[in-house]
């Protein structure tokens, strides 16, 4: 029994992070198309930004978290401004928008990574936040990881309360089941759109400064947090902010109960498989009725 | 008694818990044009995706020329001779209006019918429809009301036997609906085909059409020659609360 | 239209067959990377551009090839060993197309990124579990200008595989359901069959490249093979150069893969950044694609309306 | 229309090379020496750690020198260096350009096992001998090709090394976790026999695929067999989770012994106090020879980072063999193979010679002691005295 709590509760530990990610990137395809495959380069940005305030100005990466938030949001309005824009303009079918707002995101990706290579280098790079060892019911965690987790569960519960409390929240969600709606509601997409792009941006930077408390960072530690948060999309739905937190959480268990069962060789023939079955069977996620 | 060339035999198709038709039958012989009437929402369209094997009813038959095709993908339906179009018209916007053409002739097609006396030329074709000046331009460049004759036009180069049209007379004008109520007829005189054609605006249908059914919430609410199906209570009674000014001829 | 085409590619590949013999190593090394993206990114575009499902599995294809060379290449002849990658790679798309080529967009891009991880991750597992390693040594193998004139051949066989596509029945009905695929299977195109067959015909030229430039590298495992960069330039470069055009890809795998190596030699520092941003000015200035530059020509060259 | 592409491919392929015919004319002429290794891609950061800066210093130091003694004649380095991605084609490309079309008259080898399995044939082709750093793999050595050298010891011994180790300190079971990969596989094969060899039974053994981010299962399996030591054979950034997850379960065996990564500098930014009396593969600390003591601060002067107590002295070695064979020979790379083939070589790491392709040099273990990496087996090698058992982690 200790032993499944322990994996429940490190499952939902890794998931609630993978929940993060994946929220920011939902959020930009449900709501814009723009499947931008360099959001783990935000991700790795927010990571080395963290790092650096820690070890150069000293600052906790919670008090930094703020004004990274705010930095990554100006980035994602300027790169919505010189890129997206344009390019919704230029594209209004919405099939050549995917496929190519997809290689602007390529681009993004090469650039973002290798100017993060020109200024920090290649070598991994590590930090020590709050290492020690918080006990839970006579299971011990470490203390970064648990607050990375608490972390992204109010970050991800906080957007789905700002979705689906204020005006503006449920405008975007509506606009996310149908684009022309926004026509209706009388919302100004060319206002609403560089924001949401934003924000996404800025839960990607914050996954970023929580990871970097818990793992190594290096410029090409992004990638394959996109590729997690793509299988938890498909988990939980594309367009359901909701659907991938409940698939973050769910991913983090599965792969620590199939770990456990199996052998932690079979984890990514497992997630793969799981991520598979389940966009061919039930292409809109697990959780919609 | 013959085999009709389309059957449909208590069709049932459902989306989820809701059941869109609901056990529908339906004879088309060929040189014949039936109309499908009925409200918004009455399971026309769903109706016809099932007849042209987009949709797999739930229950019930489809036969064409005798052939059981139930459950068979739509491309079986129309090589068998099952031609349709749909309501917003959907053409291939980046090809020519000859290219659109010659696609179906490619394809549903390519099979001669020797005994029927189909059209098997793209010039034929838009000859028929009057788009012969329009061959060249791109599908989508030419006016809503061309693009629907160029649907009729694709549905004809599958060479079938029976056209199903959707609404394709709607938003119109009164010349225009005249002309395409002479094109459904002179597709049953001189191709031989039986039509059925949905419309909701059911003025236009009952004048050209020579049997029609009306479908309520999915079910058959009547069926019979227009004059008699116009003056049914239970007919009026439906489409009382959806425009009851439309249903008087 | 196709026996021009046809003629051209003849013209190409000839004095493309003579570069081993006109140039020093690195440079037909250089002109094998053009090749090898040629023939991915032609093939790519004859099924992807298209039928608009973007498939993120060209790595899968060209991995499962390479796999098919380690095993084979020191029992078996060259081009059975090519024959062999071609064929594995085209059962396995046929089979995976079955059960994925209903989902179109996004989905099927996901999907087919997740089919290429998942093959990876299956035939590491598969490798280390039965063969007791993950990575194969092949000591074996071709010189390298046999391997250079394969690769030219699959090259030349994708380009003119498309042209006659282009041309043919199949062509038009991959074009059809790029356009509407409903629509295309009411007027009675076999989408399923056709999508599986063009997927899978793709696919063979993936699994043959893989065959082919398995052998240059001494030891493969399945990081370096099933490298996803792979199936990612490739889309890359097929959009880049406009999916929807023969040519398009063609130039693109040409420009692309000469710029990337020119600017990596230049600039070794920040020769991605400079990529990166010239890839987003591409897409954002060149909305048909390196294509478009030529439109006009382009749409006097459409098969069917010249025919 | 096709014609004309070809003619201009033709055109495009010999511009490029011609523009990147970097020939600069002095005096002296300087040695040209090439190489390619990862800036980018997922090797960067093992061949940023471990390699590159190596290089680089070497040629500064030999250049602020005056430069090698080539007969007589004074010639400084000149390095002709390229990002291969890490991608393996564009190694193979590389090499080529520096070999065929640059001719170098030397190279310097790419970072790991999979690209110098690629390069190794090419540059025996091509007669240029190679002294690889970083390449680990029987496979390779016994491909015996005259113009390669490994400059690590091969997993036999480094396991050889490891389980004398656990025995003499009486283990008497041993947990091992491996990666799924050549490295990971080679060393197990090679673990297992030898840990069986001296009486130690193998309670546990998992392998993990390439980018796991949470091991904590598996170690909590583990940690309820109790297993007197645990072995990771394990690359840097798995070699850190395991440590911290090994902390974080509370997992606190006699020995706790990780692979590649235990010896870089950052292992002790991250893991802090945490890091006294892990053990690891390592091979000199600054207390081997003053001359390891000269390259380690050199290094940290150049670059403000430590080099690590493993590969990085065994590349310096590599550079250092090469300088004596050219000083010796002369430019002939068949006398310099010769020279590296037959010579007993005096480096930082102490002396070595080659059989074949392979490194004769002992197997060693490392440990973290008193807040620096030092050698701690085999005696005769140690720069400070083993800690066992572990202090448990803070």
């Given amino acids: 029994m200790r032993l499944w709590i322990e994996l429940v509760v490190s499952g939902l530990i890794t998931g609630g992070i993978y929940a993060l990610v994946a929220m920011g990137l939902n959020l930009q395809y449900g709501l814009m198309r723009i499947l931008n495959v360099s959001h783990g380069e935000f991700l790795m940005l927010g990571a080395y930004l963290t790092y650096w305030a820690y070890l150069v100005m000293h600052l906790s990466p919670f008090v930094f978290l703020p004004p990274l938030l705010v930095g990554l949001f100006v980035v994602g309005l300027v790169v919505h401004r010189l890129c997206f824009r344009r390019l919704a303009e230029t594209t209004p079918e919405v099939e050549a928008f995917e496929a190519r707002s997809l290689l602007v995101g390529f681009g993004l990706m090469f650039v973002v990574q290798n100017v993060a290579l020109l200024v920090w280098g290649a070598d991994l790079r590590g930090y020590q936040y709050l290492a020690g060892t918080v006990s839970i019911a006579g299971v011990g965690f470490t203390a970064n990881r648990l607050v990375a987790f608490a972390a992204a569960l109010v970050l991800g519960l906080g957007l789905i309360a700002v979705l689906r409390a204020t005006l503006l929240g449920r405008a975007v969600r509506a606009m996310m089941q149908s684009p022309t709606g926004a026509l209706l509601v009388g919302i100004d997409v060319r206002r609403l759109h560089p924001a949401v792009f934003g924000v996404g941006l800025a839960l990607a930077g914050a996954a970023g400064a929580l990871l970097s408390m818990v793992f190594e960072i290096s410029p090409s530690m992004g990638e394959p947090y996109t590729v997690t948060a793509l299988i938890v999309i498909a988990l939980g739905g594309f367009g359901s902010v909701t659907g991938s937190l409940l698939g973050g959480l769910l991913l983090g268990v599965v792969e620590a109960i199939g770990m456990h069962l199996t052998s932690p060789s079979l984890k990514m023939v497992l997630s793969y498989g799981v991520f598979m079955l389940v966009l061919i069977t039930r292409p809109n996620g697990l959780f919609v009725r | 008694m013959t085999t009709p060339a389309l059957a449909a035999r208590s069709v049932v198709v459902r989306f989820g818990g809701l059941t869109a038709v609901d056990g529908v039958d339906l004879d088309v012989d060929d040189r014949t044009v039936v109309g499908i009437i009925g409200p918004n929402g009455a399971g026309k369209t769903t109706f016809f995706n099932a007849l042209s094997g987009l949709v797999t009813p739930a229950s019930g038959r489809l036969f064409v020329g005798g052939a059981d095709l139930t459950g068979k993908p739509a491309h079986v339906f129309a090589r068998a001779g099952i031609a349709r179009t749909f309501q917003t018209p959907r053409v291939f916007a980046d090809m020519t209006v000859a290219e659109s053409v010659r696609f179906g002739l490619e394809f549903a097609g390519r099979r001669r019918r020797a005994e029927r006396a189909s059209l098997a030329e793209v010039p034929a074709i838009l000859d028929f429809l009057g788009l012969a000046d329009s061959a060249a331009l791109p599908a989508r460049a030419v006016t809503p009301a061309r693009q629907r004759l160029l649907e009729i036009g694709m549905a004809l180069a599958t060479r079938p036997r029976i056209l199903l049209l959707d609404e394709v007379a709607a938003g119109l004008t009164h010349a225009e609906v005249e002309k395409v109520a002479r094109l459904v007829h002179r597709c049953r005189d001189e191709l031989g085909l039986g039509v059925v054609w949905i419309e909701h605006a059911v003025a236009v249908l009952l004048d050209a059409v020579e049997r029609v059914l009306v479908l309520h919430q999915g079910r058959k609410l009547a069926e019979g020659i227009p004059s008699a199906v116009a003056r049914d209570p239970l007919v009026i009674e439906a489409y009382l609360g959806d425009g009851a000014a439309e249903a008087r001829p | ?307 | 229309m096709m014609r004309v592409l070809a003619i201009a491919l033709v055109a495009a392929l010999v511009l490029v090379g011609a523009s990147l015919d970097t020939s600069a004319q002095s005096d002296a002429p300087p040695i040209k020496i090439g190489y390619a290794i990862s800036r980018t891609g997922p090797f960067a950061p093992g061949a940023q750690a471990t390699q590159e800066p190596s290089y680089i210093l070497w040629a500064e130091q030999v250049n602020a020198a005056g430069g090698l003694n080539v007969k007589g004649q004074k010639r400084k380095i000149e390095l002709v260096s390229y990002d291969d991605r890490s991608e393996v084609e564009t190694i193979v490309r590389t090499f080529e350009k520096l070999m065929v079309t640059d001719k170098v008259d030397l190279i310097l080898p790419p970072w790991g096992s999979t690209a110098n399995f690629a390069v190794a044939p090419l540059a025996d082709k091509h007669g240029y001998p190679v002294l690889a750093p970083t390449a680990l793999s029987m496979k390779l050595v016994d491909m015996k090709l005259p113009n390669f050298f490994s400059m690590l010891p091969q997993p036999y011994v480094l396991m050889a090394a490891a389980a004398d180790m656990l025995a003499a300190n009486g283990v008497k079971t041993v947990a091992v976790i491996y990666m799924d990969d050549v490295f990971g596989l080679e060393n197990i094969a090679a673990f297992e026999p030898a840990v069986k060899a001296k009486g130690i039974e193998i309670v546990d053994k998992k392998s993990y695929p390439l980018g796991i981010k949470d091991l904590s299962p598996v170690l909590r399996a583990i940690k309820d067999k109790n297993p007197d030591a645990f072995v990771g054979l394990t690359y840097p950034p798995d070699t850190i989770l395991a440590s911290k997850q090994s902390k974080e379960i509370g997992f606190n065996p006699k020995v706790f012994f990780t692979a590649v990564g235990t010896a870089f500098p950052l292992y002790k930014q991250v893991m802090g106090a945490d890091s006294d009396g892990v053990s690891g593969i390592g091979s000199w600390s600054v207390k081997t020879s003053p001359a390891a003591k000269a390259y380690f601060d050199a290094h940290v002067k150049r670059f403000q980072k430590e080099p690590d107590r493993w590969a990085s002295a065994h590349c310096w070695a590599g550079l250092q063999i090469l300088q004596a064979a050219i000083e010796k020979v002369g430019m002939d790379r068949k006398a310099i193979r010769e020279y590296i083939a037959s010579n007993e070589h005096a480096t930082i790491i102490g002396p070595v010679r080659f059989k074949g392709s392979e490194i004769q040099f002992p197997g060693t273990v490392g440990q973290w002691v008193g807040g620096d990496f030092e050698v701690v087996w085999p005696a005769n090698r140690a720069t400070a005295k083993l800690v066992v058992p572990k202090p448990a982690w803070k």
């Fill in chain 3, 1 to 307: 239209m196709a026996r021009r085409g046809l003629a051209a590619v003849a013209g190409g590949a000839a004095v493309a067959a003579a570069l081993p013999w006109l140039l020093d190593d690195f440079l037909v090394s250089l002109a094998l990377s053009c090749l090898m993206y040629v023939a991915l990114a032609t093939s790519w575009a004859m099924f992807s551009g298209a039928t608009r499902y973007v498939s993120l599995g060209t790595s899968a294809f060209f991995g499962l090839g390479a796999y098919v060379s380690a095993w084979t290449v020191a029992a078996a002849p060259w081009p059975v060993v090519i024959a062999g990658g071609a064929l594995i790679a085209a059962a396995f798309a046929g089979l995976a197309g079955l059960a994925i080529l209903h989902l179109r967009g996004t989905y099927f891009a996901v999907l087919t990124f997740g089919m290429s991880e998942l093959t990876r991750h299956a035939v590491t597992y598969g490798e280390k579990q039965y063969a007791g390693t993950v990575g194969r040594v092949l000591t074996v193998a071709p010189s390298s200008r046999t391997v250079y004139l394969t690769v030219l051949a699959i090259a030349v066989a994708a380009v003119g595989v498309a042209v006659v596509v282009r041309g043919s029945r199949f062509g038009l009905a991959l074009i059809g359901i790029g356009a509407d695929e409903q629509r295309a299977q009411t007027l009675g195109v076999p989408t399923r069959r056709v999508k599986v067959a063009g997927f899978a015909l793709s696919a063979a030229f993936a699994g043959a490249a893989g065959a082919a430039m398995a052998v240059r590298w001494t030891y493969i495992d399945p990081t370096a093979v099933f490298n996803p960069f792979i199936g990612l330039q490739t889309v890359l470069i097929a959009i880049v150069g406009g999916p929807l055009s023969l040519t398009g890809p063609l130039l693109a795998a040409l420009v692309f893969s000469l710029l990337a190596e020119f600017l990596r030699l230049q600039f070794p520092y920040a020769y991605l950044i400079a990529l990166g941003i010239l890839l987003i000015v591409a897409v954002l200035y060149l909305p048909q694609g390196l294509a478009g530059l030529w439109q006009t020509r382009a749409r006097a060259e459409r098969p069917t309306a010249a025919r």
